[in-house]
């Protein structure tokens, strides 16, 4: 009996009548959705690829069977071409990605910093409404610029710059330019947003205490807008990697990339298995190259601020 | 072409020792608003100056042209005796404490002290010899490896100060550095600014809207007004001998009556106002700024008021004799050290009163008393 009423004892708050605790709501309510997202938008899907991965084309009626496993799949995926083309790509994408910073980085700076600031919403409209424009539409945009009779090519023709029409299209070069200009936007964004939370003060401060404006860009600028940059680079490297739009549009034979390959296991070649194999690559690789940049780009500024960065402990000499 | 050689090197000579500041006829335009007009003033080397005034009177304008944030329209900026007016920021030999601080968040507190140092190329030895000594100077040594975000706004503000200071700028400019302290802190840090610049020799030019922080730790102090000096002085001829109705106002308060010169004699000068007579003891030496007749804004400071409940029965409806009026008290408040009291006169005209505490003034709410002070205590203005 004794042991029984003990805990009683020791705990005198009476817990809510049971008939009502189910009215309270749990605290993690709000995170339901998100949840519901991830679970139906990426997990199911992405487990379904990979559940397919490791499947087979059973007859050329079929797009896929799984009564069989394997990785037979990506030992196939994992092919010569596969990996010339994933070289391109990765090319077009790492070039890509750094002339989106470089065209991005003054571009930003000015609207955020030098602009009046009336006119900030009106230069940021105008970066966005081709944004918000089809993609489709806007890299079809280039195909007829670029053209050996386009507009492009006959202006440059008449003018003489050039002899014989424009060769740039269906080349790795238009789809080099075609992934530029559509991804631009999503580098100027977010660096714009770094940039314009920067406290011009702290420029001042810099140059006040002896910094040249060059100085002052690498030392303050670059330090404090750097979580912008690595958004930008994530938010144009990621999608580019992945893109066959552009290249389909743009790049022709010379010009493709590895999503199209993807693309046409699933829509030509009906083989979801070899398809699925080699989405799965692709994304590996993609965050396999984020992992190592983004690896690199925090050791590189761990070992700066380390022979930058002043420690006044008794021990170091004086 | 030699002769005005000499003459300006001349003039060099006398205003150029290392710390000096020589501003003249400088001018700075906003569009059509002018924030400085034709502004002169000459801070000596070591001088802690202050430029008070209202928002918008130019103050932080002027304190930003000689840090080489914005270059002034017109006129000339001398440092140490050397013209800057057309060089950056970080070609002067000057350094800020910015209103807000202006830390870099990203550097520790040893970092941001030291990065002055290495813009100059200061060698890694001495630099942290020079970054501790300057960290010890604002006891701030302890935190060396904190964020500024880890820091209190007192802490913050020492850092700053050490950032600028480590660098040995001949002149420290101040931008309203005490503005986001509360009051305790704020009177904390001013004795140690005070001290400190006594200590260092540096010539300080301190930017505030604050009376009190002005009058506490200057050499000088500038009341600015509408982009011009309005009167510049000690804080006690500033505050004793205000130039103008502005000027006595910014500076504490003021009991202000406007009225007319009735005539002026060997001992003064006599001023009627709707409510009563004043005598002022200022004669009809340029120290009157109008003739008899004209419209004059007499004005007397609280502490000169002396309130007497006792004598306010006995003289009533008597006229009353120069600098005297009846009035019934209408508040009464605690400064602390003294109290104030609020006096309304027959035209409902409002005298502020301070009287220590042991003079025991009345303090029964709606009792008659009689207000009066010395001639000495009026000074006119033209109104």
């Keep these: ?318 | 072409m030699s002769v005005i050689d000499t003459g300006e090197s001349a003039t060099a000579a006398l205003a150029g020792a290392p710390g000096s500041v020589e501003l003249r006829s400088l001018t700075k335009r906003y569009g059509t608003a002018t924030a400085v007009s034709d502004l002169s003033l000459s801070v000596q080397a070591g001088e802690f100056l202050s430029l008070l005034g209202p928002s918008g009177c130019g103050k932080t304008t002027t304190l930003r042209m000689i840090g080489g944030f914005e270059f002034p329209d017109d006129g000339s900026i001398q440092i140490s005796g050397k013209h800057v007016e057309n060089l950056p920021p970080h070609k002067r030999p000057v350094n800020t404490v910015f209103q807000a601080y202006a830390l870099f968040p990203h550097l520790t507190v040893a970092d941001n002290v030291a990065y002055g140092l290495r813009r100059s190329g200061v060698a890694r030895s001495e630099m942290a010899d020079r970054v501790r000594r300057s960290l010890d100077m604002v006891r701030m040594t302890a935190f060396a490896d904190r964020k500024p975000a880890q820091l209190s706004g007192g802490q913050q503000q020492r850092v700053a100060l050490a950032r600028a200071l480590v660098n040995r700028p001949a002149v420290l400019l101040l931008d309203e550095p005490m503005s986001a302290l509360d009051r305790k802190l704020r009177e904390e840090m001013q004795v140690e600014l005070k001290l400190l610049q006594s200590e260092l020799g540096t010539t300080f030019i301190f930017v505030t809207h604050d009376q009190e922080e002005a009058l506490s730790m200057s050499d000088r102090v500038a009341v600015m007004k509408d982009g011009g000096i309005e009167q510049i002085g000690t804080a006690a001829q500033v505050y004793d001998a205000p130039e103008s109705a502005f000027v006595a106002g910014f500076i504490g308060r003021q009991n202000a009556f406007t009225g007319t010169i009735e005539g002026f004699d060997a001992t003064g000068t006599t001023v009627h106002t709707p409510d009563l007579t004043l005598r002022s003891s200022r004669q009809a030496r340029g120290e009157i700024p109008a003739a008899v007749g004209g419209a004059v804004t007499a004005s007397v400071r609280p502490e000169a008021v002396i309130v007497d409940a006792s004598a306010a029965a006995a003289t009533h409806g008597i006229s009353s004799p120069p600098n005297t009026v009846h009035g019934v008290l209408r508040g009464v408040s605690e400064l602390g050290h003294s109290l104030q009291l609020v006096i309304h006169t027959a035209s409902d005209a409002q005298i502020l009163a301070r009287l220590p505490r042991s003079a025991n003034p009345p303090t029964e709410l709606g009792s008659p008393v009689v207000c009066s002070w010395i001639a000495d205590a009026v000074r006119l203005f033209t109104s």
């Design chain 1, 1 to 318: 009996m004794t042991t029984i009423e003990a805990p009683a004892a020791e705990v005198p708050i009476a817990p809510p009548p049971a008939s009502r605790r189910w009215l309270r709501v749990p605290r993690g309510i709000g995170a339901l959705p998100i949840g519901l997202w991830i679970l139906l938008f990426f997990i199911l899907p992405f487990g379904l690829v990979v559940w397919y991965s490791f499947g087979y084309k059973p007859d050329i009626y079929t797009t896929h069977d799984n009564d069989v496993l394997s990785f037979d799949r990506y030992v196939e995926a994992a092919s010569p071409a596969f990996f010339a083309i994933f070289g391109r790509t990765l090319n077009i994408s790492v070039i890509g990605t750094i002339l989106c910073l470089v065209i991005a980085f003054p571009m930003a700076y000015w609207m955020a910093v030098k602009l009046a600031a009336r006119w900030r919403g009106v230069v940021l409209a105008l970066v966005l409404i081709p944004y918000w424009t089809n993609f489709l539409v806007r890299t079809i945009g280039w195909q007829i610029s670029l053209s050996p009779d386009g507009f492009v090519s006959n202006v440059l023709q008449s003018a003489h710059i050039i002899d014989t029409p424009l060769k740039v299209l269906y080349t790795s070069g238009a789809v080099q330019l075609g992934v530029v200009y559509n991804y631009l936007p999503l580098m100027i964004l977010p660096l714009y947003v770094a940039l314009e939370r920067l406290d011009p003060r702290l420029l001042e401060a810099s140059r006040d205490l002896g910094g040249t404006a060059w100085s002052t860009f690498w030392r303050v600028t670059v330090p404090l807008t750097s979580p912008g940059v690595t958004a930008g680079l994530l938010l144009v490297f990621v999608p580019l990697m992945g893109d066959y739009i552009t290249p389909t549009v743009l790049g022709g034979a010379k010009g493709s990339m590895v999503g199209q390959m993807v693309a046409g296991q699933f829509q030509s070649a009906q083989n979801w298995a070899l398809g699925a194999a080699m989405a799965v690559l692709l994304m590996f690789a993609i965050f396999g190259t984020s992992a190592v940049v983004g690896g690199l780009l925090k050791l590189v500024g761990r070992i700066t601020t380390a022979a930058t960065s002043l420690t006044l402990s008794p021990k170091e000499p004086l």
